[in-house]
């Protein structure tokens, strides 16, 4: 299969020009401003997804005729591409999952399972997105019917909303295997890499990221960030829902056991059992999101033609100005995050409350009003740490304009309840 069967790159859009690339913002009286919930889908993305449908499906890894080993070769290009976008060193580290939470099990049961000894223990924030959370504490209650006790030991977050590395560091033990932390954090949108850590902590603990609120937000460097294991959602970037990506360090492979042991698995039968085979087809049993890995590859031509500076860039100033706008509004009080940073830096993610009014009241009026907000606890499993309040979040389709009309219809209705 050539290039051009495959979607075209879009050409360089500025920033206001960008959601004419948009189907559903073109000609739309509402504001988007939940891409943090998920990302509008480009016209790329969307033809990619039709044409496989309609030109030519077939399965890939199998067959030996031309419509399926295009797609194979496809695959194989777009896997490559991913490990380029994403900083990694070699394509065999490149995981397609069945999206974040998967790949988060993923590092659980493949990892987890077999890597935990007894006492062993595992460092995460309370706070971060419940994929972030419940797969540790799954494993803990898995690994104890079998007589293996772990710990998962919360740390706290910072008043920027980032982790906060002096409480890591106050809790490492020689029993830590894991450190596990969202790298933009989902409600707070504060950015956390851990560099504090680097060269103050055993190098044999693992560093794990779930980089699904970063990933197509601001460039990515999972080499530079030094992790083992980075999580992307797809629907967060452009992509198509229930596709993801999972990166796993070429250190780890050895550690790793099947996670969906079946057809086209990376494993082999042997007297003991099933024998591990090569990454990353050890991970990737079954038939594969086709249309979706496929849109992941449109999705990331989408995101280089803009450039994920200029994304950065754009979604920073516009965080500023939100903050900025904000801040006068009398009950309006920020979560933690980039309002409550001592410079000035933001990654398109604010949540705030307003007294006088729920979350869930105040996310209703905005929507009547044309303002398309998430609000409530925002998958965070704990009681507290983002439980009803509003969050803001914004892409390169937005405009400063847009963020301008939110601010007065918040400090209007700040009016009308205070």
Same mark, same amino acid.
């Given at each position: 299969?050539?290039?051009?069967?495959?979607?075209?790159?879009?050409?360089?859009?500025?920033?206001?020009?960008?959601?004419?690339?948009?189907?559903?913002?073109?000609?739309?009286?509402?504001?988007?401003?939940?891409?943090?919930?998920?990302?509008?889908?480009?016209?790329?993305?969307?033809?990619?997804?039709?044409?496989?449908?309609?030109?030519?499906?077939?399965?890939?890894?199998?067959?030996?005729?031309?419509?399926?080993?295009?797609?194979?070769?496809?695959?194989?290009?777009?896997?490559?591409?991913?490990?380029?976008?994403?900083?990694?060193?070699?394509?065999?580290?490149?995981?397609?999952?069945?999206?974040?939470?998967?790949?988060?099990?993923?590092?659980?049961?493949?990892?987890?399972?077999?890597?935990?000894?007894?006492?062993?223990?595992?460092?995460?924030?309370?706070?971060?997105?419940?994929?972030?959370?419940?797969?540790?504490?799954?494993?803990?209650?898995?690994?104890?019917?079998?007589?293996?006790?772990?710990?998962?030991?919360?740390?706290?977050?910072?008043?920027?909303?980032?982790?906060?590395?002096?409480?890591?560091?106050?809790?490492?033990?020689?029993?830590?295997?894991?450190?596990?932390?969202?790298?933009?954090?989902?409600?707070?949108?504060?950015?956390?890499?851990?560099?504090?850590?680097?060269?103050?902590?055993?190098?044999?603990?693992?560093?794990?990221?779930?980089?699904?609120?970063?990933?197509?937000?601001?460039?990515?460097?999972?080499?530079?960030?030094?992790?083992?294991?980075?999580?992307?959602?797809?629907?967060?970037?452009?992509?198509?829902?229930?596709?993801?990506?999972?990166?796993?360090?070429?250190?780890?492979?050895?550690?790793?056991?099947?996670?969906?042991?079946?057809?086209?698995?990376?494993?082999?039968?042997?007297?003991? $059992? =099933?024998?591990?085979? *090569?990454? +990353? !087809?050890?991970?990737?049993? /079954?038939?594969?999101?086709?249309?979706?890995?496929?849109? @992941?590859?449109?999705?990331?031509?989408?995101?280089?033609?803009?450039?994920?500076?200029?994304?950065?860039?754009?979604?920073?100033?516009?965080?500023?100005?939100?903050?900025?706008?904000?801040?006068?509004?009398? $009950? =309006?009080?920020?979560? *933690?995050? +980039? !309002?409550?940073?001592?410079? /000035?830096?933001?990654?398109?993610?604010?949540?705030?409350? @307003?007294?006088?009014?729920?979350?869930?009241?105040?996310?209703?009026?905005?929507?009547?009003?044309?303002?398309?907000?998430?609000?409530?606890?925002?998958?965070?499993?704990?009681?507290?740490?983002?439980?009803?309040?509003?969050?803001?979040?914004?892409?390169?389709?937005?405009?400063?304009?847009?963020?301008?009309?939110?601010?007065?219809?918040?400090?209007?209705?700040?009016?009308?309840?205070?």
């Amino acid at each position: 299969m050539t290039r051009t069967d495959e979607t075209p790159p879009p050409s360089a859009t500025p920033p206001v020009a960008a959601r004419t690339l948009f189907p559903a913002l073109v000609g739309a009286t509402e504001v988007y401003l939940d891409s943090a919930a998920t990302t509008q889908k480009p016209l790329p993305v969307i033809e990619t997804i039709q044409r496989y449908h309609s030109n030519g499906t077939a399965n890939v890894g199998r067959g030996t005729y031309p419509w399926a080993t295009g797609l194979t070769a496809r695959i194989a290009r777009i896997r490559e591409r991913t490990a380029a976008f994403i900083g990694a060193e070699h394509p065999d580290e490149v995981v397609f999952t069945a999206g974040a939470t998967a790949a988060l099990n993923a590092v659980a049961l493949s990892w987890g399972l077999t890597a935990l000894a007894d006492g062993d223990e595992i460092l995460y924030n309370a706070s971060d997105h419940a994929s972030n959370v419940y797969p540790w504490q799954h494993l803990r209650g898995l690994l104890a019917r079998f007589g293996r006790h772990i710990h998962p030991i919360p740390y706290r977050t910072t008043a920027a909303g980032e982790a906060d590395t002096d409480d890591i560091l106050a809790k490492i033990t020689p029993r830590t295997r894991l450190i596990t932390t969202g790298h933009l954090h989902h409600v707070f949108g504060g950015l956390s890499t851990l560099e504090e850590l680097r060269g103050r902590i055993d190098p044999a603990i693992l560093l794990c990221f779930d980089c699904s609120q970063s990933g197509g937000h601001l460039p990515v460097d999972v080499t530079a960030l030094g992790a083992d294991f980075a999580i992307f959602a797809a629907h967060k970037m452009f992509g198509a829902p229930g596709t993801g990506i999972l990166y796993c360090h070429r250190r780890v492979h050895d550690r790793l056991v099947p996670f969906l042991p079946g057809g086209n698995s990376g494993i082999a039968t042997g007297p003991g $059992g =099933l024998r591990p085979g *090569p990454m +990353p !087809a050890l991970l990737e049993g /079954g038939t594969p999101d086709i249309p979706g890995i496929l849109a @992941l590859g449109s999705a990331l031509e989408v995101l280089e033609s803009f450039g994920m500076d200029v994304i950065a860039a754009h979604n920073r100033a516009l965080t500023l100005r939100l903050i900025d706008g904000l801040r006068p509004i009398r $009950g =309006l009080e920020f979560l *933690p995050g +980039p !309002a409550h940073a001592a410079c /000035g830096v933001g990654y398109g993610i604010v949540s705030f409350t @307003l007294d006088g009014i729920s979350a869930t009241d105040a996310g209703f009026v905005l929507s009547e009003l044309g303002f398309l907000v998430r609000t409530g606890a925002h998958c965070v499993p704990a009681d507290t740490d983002g439980a009803g309040s509003v969050r803001v979040s914004t892409h390169i389709y937005n405009t400063p304009d847009e963020i301008d009309r939110f601010v007065a219809c918040v400090r209007t209705i700040a009016e009308e309840v205070t």
